[in-house]
């Protein structure tokens, strides 16, 4: 929630200041329903007496590319060996090695340098 605005000396618009409960703490109901908001009297009421909490289950997001399903995959490396390619390259030898269900695809696209196209693996 936004509880007031800071000048910082210089600066032609005013920040915003956020109170916000640490990530911990929003993810547990039982700590939200304990959080008190300022009441019309001014008196603080704990959140759990206005509102209904009703759990369920969120939609999971299907990525799509060229209108076929899709699940993208990412991470860092470190180590010995830090260069990306090297782990890229490591990695499509092993996807090369494994047997696809029927009608899917390990497909990737590597950035391609000035003056050409993209090229697909």
């Known amino acids: 929630m936004n509880v007031g605005l800071l000048h910082l000396p210089g ?12 990530r911990g703490e929003r993810s547990k109901i039982e ?5 008190r908001v300022m009441g019309r009297q001014g008196n603080l009421i704990p959140l759990g ?3 209904r909490v009703e759990e369920e289950t969120a939609e999971k997001s299907i990525y799509h590319k060229n209108l076929m399903p899709v699940v993208y995959v990412t991470g ?9 390619v090297y782990a890229i ?5 092993e996807l090369d090695k494994l047997r696809l269900p029927a009608g899917t695809s ?5 950035p ?6 993209g090229s697909s693996r």
């Open 49 to 51: 007496e206005l509102v």
């Open 76 to 84: 860092d490396v470190a180590g010995k060996v830090e260069s990306p």
């Open 11 to 22: 600066e032609k618009e005013d920040v915003p200041i956020v109170l916000r409960l640490p």
């Open 106 to 110: 390990s497909t990737g696209t590597w």
């Open 112 to 117: 391609a340098s000035p003056g050409r196209t």
């Open 89 to 93: 390259l490591s990695i499509n030898k």
């Open 31 to 35: 700590g939200l329903r304990q959080v």
